[in-house]
């Protein structure tokens, strides 16, 4: 099915639109250059509906059967970010877990199809009350 009769493939959130079958990104109507890995980045940041997708899972998909280099992703998602500009807030880091996308998704004409996860105390781990326990180890990036 191509992407000009397939109204699923259109996605919207705020002022921008997003054809994942013509891989094409609006902001205000207007068409903004993306290059491929950045769009694919926003595709499966959108898709997540709202979950914390971790750097591991996005890597897999932005790059199936390749190993990069994480600082790769973090390119992607400073490049989203720019383009994004006041509205930067749509990609949110979660330190040590991933990024979470926070808009609110639509399809032309339709009520919101996924909304934000909130990430609530019980998706974190248990704090540690005992100071003689060992400490997580930090993640480097």
């Known amino acids: 099915m ?4 397939d109204p699923s493939a259109i996605l919207e959130f705020g002022r921008y639109r997003l054809d994942r079958h013509r891989r094409e990104f609006f902001t205000d109507g207007r068409p ?4 491929g890995r950045a769009f694919d980045t926003l595709l499966a ?3 997540g509906r709202g979950t914390v997708l ?7 998909r932005i790059w199936p059967d390749r190993i990069v280099e994480e600082n790769n992703l973090e390119i992607q ?5 720019k383009v994004l500009g006041a509205d930067r807030h749509l990609i949110r880091t979660v ?8 808009g609110d998704v639509r399809g032309p004409g339709t009520a919101v199809v996924g909304a934000p996860v909130p990430i609530q105390a ?3 781990p248990a704090p540690v ?6 400490r997580p180890r930090s993640v480097t990036s």
């Open 54 to 60: 971790s750097k591991d899972e996005l890597l897999r």
């Open 45 to 47: 940041l959108v898709d």
């Open 77 to 81: 998602i400073s490049t989203l970010r």
């Open 122 to 124: 019980t998706n974190l």
């Open 129 to 134: 009350s005992d100071s003689s326990a060992e």
């Open 2 to 5: 191509d992407g000009v009769s």
């Open 95 to 102: 330190f040590g877990r991933g990024y979470q996308f926070t």
């Open 32 to 35: 903004v250059e993306l290059g």
